[in-house]
């Protein structure tokens, strides 16, 4: 070999090496920000106010949509939850997506739907034809059932924003179940300063393993599956801690499809949700950040992190592979579209520092990880490299990146202590070692195929959505609508 090759691939490792520093040296960047956030967060929950928010007249009121395909299995206790939350003023709005299964049947059995003559406006448009309108027969005001020919999750959401009544609009993924006060800690920012908050989002965590009894999640528990596990630490990492840590910077763009708060007269000025882009929740808040940003307007985006939505993650490799290929792909649609706003000072720290922050170390991650499995060995057979610098790789790579991970465990486990059983913690340690054995390298080939998926044009591909719902407890394999941190 060649003294120019071996010079090539020493230089590519070291730069690889100088790479997975920064990008673990980020994350851990903006987890250190979340537990200062989380801290600030504690002190003020006696003084939050919860109580007055509920009884007063003035609490904006908010439609909460959620879209359904083909979610027979867990609809109605997601709905029952949905129906029970703690808020003075709110409505539902489920949208049936051309389901083939009994999803709307078992909503019209448990909550003894009639059928109206409702015309749906077309304030944002939509593709698809609405078959009928249908209310609960003994709360008409709160739960509205449509029925239409399917169209995807982004044109379901826009015919719910359309019949929808309310200032603020709150979109739920149909698999998610929300704590009784979820709807109240999220709209407090759009009370606290209701002239600049433009969306505001909350936590998802995975509810697989949890014991759910009448739409309420009673029994926190790790799920029997290690793979299931890995994902509690993933989410844990990247939907708490890299959330928070952006909102505290001022620069989040994204907030998840599966628990999002929105001002519905913003979400009307851009048009909706995008139908032609598989991430469409995080879509929407670079596009607000976009529009808002050119209209000069003084506004927030933001991210709490004491409501939770708790929803089904993926129990089986094909599904969860699905999955990460569709979000990976979603990453790659939106900085595609959105690509005059990378690097642009008329965008402020979103354009300046959040999207090329997404390029650089989110879309190009897997690339990059793919890149060091091949390499670093290529380097140590080609002499380009020494044992004592692939440790130091291997170290740098893996071993920080589980710092980081139990870190994110520890600032959650005193922050909110979610997971009362110290043999839970003792699992979530367990699988934040497990998920460098596989599970990364695993990821990354998926989030690259739906990179190059996306570059090559090929239409996006949802598959099948099996659910088996939340009958007690949880351990099911499906979660859609979420993006990555």
């Known amino acids: 070999?060649?003294?120019?090759?071996?010079?090539?691939?020493?230089?590519?490792?070291?730069?690889?090496?100088?790479?997975?520093?920064?990008?673990?040296?980020?994350?851990?960047?903006?987890?250190?920000?979340?537990?200062?956030?989380?801290?600030?967060?504690?002190?003020?929950?006696?003084?939050?106010?919860?109580?007055?928010?509920?009884?007063?007249?003035?609490?904006?009121?908010?439609?909460?949509?959620?879209?359904?395909?083909?979610?027979g299995a867990g609809i109605?206790?997601?709905v029952q939850a949905m129906t029970a939350l703690r808020y003075p003023?709110?409505?539902?709005?489920?949208?049936?997506?051309?389901?083939?299964?009994?999803?709307?049947?078992?909503?019209?059995?448990?909550?003894?739907?009639?059928?109206?003559p409702r015309v749906?406006?077309?304030e944002v448009p939509y593709r698809s034809q609405v078959l009928s309108v249908h209310v609960a027969r003994a709360d008409p005001e709160t739960l509205t059932v449509v029925r239409k020919t399917n169209g995807g999750k982004a044109d379901a959401l826009n015919v719910g924003i359309n019949l929808s009544r309310h200032p603020l609009v709150c979109m739920v993924d149909a698999d998610s179940v929300l704590d009784p006060d979820a709807l109240l800690s999220v709209a407090k920012p759009f009370g606290d300063d209701p002239l600049r908050v433009a969306a505001c989002g909350g936590v998802v965590r995975i509810a697989n393993g949890c014991k759910v009894v009448g739409g309420r999640v009673v029994d926190v528990r790790m799920p029997r599956s290690w793979l299931l596990r890995v994902q509690v630490v993933e989410y844990l990492?990247?939907?708490?801690?890299?959330?928070?840590?952006?909102?505290?910077?001022?620069?989040?763009?994204?907030?998840?499809?599966?628990?999002?708060l929105f001002r519905r007269d913003l979400v009307v000025r851009v048009g909706g949700m995008d139908p032609d882009t598989i991430g469409e929740d995080a879509e929407l808040v670079v596009r607000l950040h976009h529009h808002l940003r050119q209209a000069k307007e003084d506004y927030r985006v933001i991210f709490v992190?004491?409501?939770?939505?708790?929803?089904?993650?993926?129990?089986?490799?094909?599904?969860?592979?699905?999955?990460?290929?569709?979000?990976?792909?979603?990453?790659?649609?939106i900085l595609a579209k959105h690509r005059g706003m990378i690097g642009n000072p008329r965008y402020g720290r979103i354009g300046l520092v959040a999207l090329p922050y997404y390029v650089v170390f989110e879309l190009l991650a897997p690339f990059i990880e793919l890149a060091a499995v091949v390499l670093l060995p290529l380097g140590l057979w080609a002499d380009?490299?020494?044992?004592?610098?692939?440790?130091?790789?291997?170290?740098?790579?893996?071993?920080?990146?589980?710092?980081?991970?139990?870190?994110s465990l520890f600032i959650?486990?005193?922050?909110?202590?979610?997971?009362?059983?110290?043999?839970?913690?003792?699992?979530?340690?367990?699988?934040a070692v497990i998920e460098n054995f596989g599970y990364r390298q695993l990821l990354a080939f998926w989030q690259v195929a739906g990179v190059l998926s996306a570059w090559r044009g090929h239409t996006a591909v949802w598959g099948t959505m099996h659910r088996e719902g939340f009958g007690g407890e949880v351990d099911s394999p499906e979660m859609v609508g979420a993006s990555r941190s």
């Open 120 to 122: 749906v406006p077309s």
């Open 412 to 431: 959650e486990e005193v922050s909110f202590h979610r997971y009362p059983r110290w043999s839970d913690v003792a699992r979530g340690v367990a699988a």
């Open 305 to 333: 992190a004491e409501p939770v939505s708790w929803s089904e993650a993926p129990s089986r490799l094909e599904v969860l592979g699905r999955q990460r290929r569709r979000w990976h792909r979603g990453i790659a649609e």
């Open 76 to 78: 109605v206790a997601a």
């Open 384 to 407: 380009a490299i020494d044992v004592a610098f692939a440790w130091r790789f291997v170290l740098v790579a893996y071993g920080y990146g589980l710092l980081v991970s139990l870190t």
């Open 1 to 71: 070999m060649t003294e120019v090759v071996r010079d090539a691939l020493h230089y590519t490792d070291l730069a690889i090496f100088v790479y997975f520093i920064a990008l673990n040296s980020s994350y851990l960047g903006l987890i250190v920000l979340a537990g200062l956030e989380f801290a600030k967060h504690l002190r003020r929950i006696p003084f939050a106010g919860a109580d007055d928010m509920f009884r007063s007249p003035l609490t904006l009121p908010v439609s909460v949509i959620v879209p359904a395909h083909n979610e």
């Open 89 to 116: 003023r709110y409505e539902v709005v489920v949208v049936d997506d051309g389901s083939s299964d009994d999803t709307f049947e078992r909503l019209r059995a448990h909550f003894d739907l009639v059928a109206v």
């Open 237 to 260: 990492r990247a939907f708490l801690m890299g959330r928070t840590g952006w909102s505290r910077l001022g620069g989040l763009v994204v907030i998840s499809g599966a628990f999002g």
